[in-house]
């Protein structure tokens, strides 16, 4: 099955979700999975015609692609994509791989030649709005993740498209 078929499912599934959020356990945003930490901070974001997907690596543009078709589909508006300086209302995708969990988690990786279970902080993300949007990951896969969170968080009302404000720490559960 190819990534863009397993996006767009898990696209359809995030949508149906979000259909019917619920809260759980603190989670007033009904995120899922719910995030290690998050805050709110009042106020929005706006997300226009001239928003862009801005990627800070070359390895991130099929993601910020799938991004700007996976909003389109939620939202109707369709971003552009971009390398450079951010501005206001742009979303910015970045790997960081210095990033780090808050607590050990329990992944395979290759050591030694084998796969072993290892503890280990590799993997998070962070997903942070101001004036900009920015998902930071360890890896493709962690920015991914907070791809999937920005989308659960999309507001429409009265036809005006914003993100809210907020900052969200999140990793793997063990």
Request: glycine content about 6%.
């Amino acid at each position: 099955m190819s990534y863009k078929v397993i996006r767009a499912f898990s696209l359809f599934v995030l949508l149906t979700l979000s259909t019917c959020r619920t809260t759980y356990a603190g989670n007033t945003l009904g995120l899922l999975p719910t995030p290690k930490a998050w805050r709110a901070d009042g106020g929005e974001m706006p997300l226009t015609s001239k928003s862009r997907i801005i990627v800070t690596d070359p390895s991130l543009q099929p993601l910020a692609d799938i991004l700007s078709d996976e909003i389109w589909m939620i939202t109707q508006l369709k971003l552009a994509t971009a390398k450079g300086e951010a501005r206001p209302g742009d979303i910015v995708l970045k790997i960081d791989p210095m990033l780090r969990a808050e607590a050990d988690i329990l992944a395979v990786q290759k050591k030694d030649g084998k796969q072993q279970v290892v503890r280990t902080r590799d993997f998070a993300h962070h997903f942070t709005v101001t004036d900009t949007a920015l998902v930071t990951g360890w890896d493709y896969r962690a920015v991914c993740e907070g791809t999937a969170t920005l989308l659960q968080v999309i507001v429409i009302k009265e036809g005006k498209v914003s993100l809210p404000k907020l900052a969200i720490r999140d990793w793997p559960s063990l």
